[in-house]
């Protein structure tokens, strides 16, 4: 059965750093584009960055330039790392990849940023 698990979130100040991973059982990244979205509270989920099962990467406008997704794919392991953290960044942060028209999500990570 494939499942992703998020893992790495936390409480962290504003300005702070934070690295999230997402291990892959039963499906690889190496075969599949894989997304990072992320949900505030009372807002819907939104992108945050894709990697291309090649390894390019884009970003979503507010990601660009603090922060970097990438994958392992020896370990199928995305991470997505988080610089220069604002509260505005606060949310559950989500794995996701799309096979064959089906949406495959993990439980997410929490991510908390104070002021």
């Known amino acids: 059965q494939v499942q992703l698990v998020e893992s790495g979130g936390g409480l962290v100040q504003a300005g702070g750093s934070l690295r999230l991973s997402c291990t892959a059982s039963?499906?690889?990244?190496?075969?599949?584009?894989m997304n990072w979205y992320r949900q505030a509270p009372g807002n819907q989920r939104e992108l945050v960055a894709t990697?291309?099962?090649?390894?390019?990467?884009s970003y979503s406008e507010f990601a660009q330039g603090r922060f970097t997704a990438s994958k392992d794919d020896n370990k199928n392991t995305a991470y997505l790392q988080m610089s220069n953290l604002e509260p505005d960044d606060t949310g559950v942060y989500y794995c996701?990849?799309?096979?064959?028209?089906?949406?495959?999500w993990g439980k997410g990570t929490l991510v908390t940023v104070s002021a």
């Open positions: 990697v291309r099962r090649g390894g390019r990467t």
């Open positions: 996701h990849i799309m096979r064959n028209d089906v949406n495959y």
């Open positions: 039963y499906i690889s990244f190496s075969l599949n584009t």
